[in-house]
């Protein structure tokens, strides 16, 4: 299934999401040749950011794609407590929202190391390219160590300019 990057970043935006971009959209952002299929996200898995996804996304079908019976990400989970990855699908594609960065940290600290870039016409937060090279090498996934070098020789070309 195709993602619709756009529309799914304006409904977090208008959500008044906070949230930064991480994972293959980012890697791309920076100059990555990798294709993406999906937009992965670090966001506060608070009760509250949970609402505010739920009603952003209500009108996309957003579910459970890990589970095998697929819940509604609008019903399920009740209690919001303690949630710390989300996986969904919706009707514009997958959308995985994260807590924490392996290699890197929980929402706060990525933040903190973020950069802000325009993306179909909204201001967003991006991972630090050092953070995602950080986060690409300690996955250890083959596509990630092969986006990891990439992002290397993007770092290299950046402190010659």
Known sequence: MAIDFKKI???LVSA???????GGFAAAAYGSSLVTYDLDICALTSPE?????????????PRHRISQTKPSFLEEPKVLEGINHIYLETDLGVLDILST??????FESL???????NVFGHK???ISISDLLKSKKSLKRPKDLEVAIELEAIISKLKKD
């Not at 950011?49 to 009603?55: S, V």
């Not at 933040?111 to 870039?117: C, F, L, P, T």
Request: with cysteine.
């Open 9 to 11: 970043i304006e409904k």
């Open 16 to 22: 008044d999401l906070d949230f930064v971009l991480v």
């Open 124 to 126: 967003c937060k991006i």
């Open 111 to 117: 933040k903190r190391q973020a950069s802000e870039i």
């Open 49 to 61: 950011n949970i609402k505010k996804l739920r009603k952003a996304l209500k009108d996309i079908n």
């Open 101 to 106: 960065i392996t290699g890197v940290g929980d």
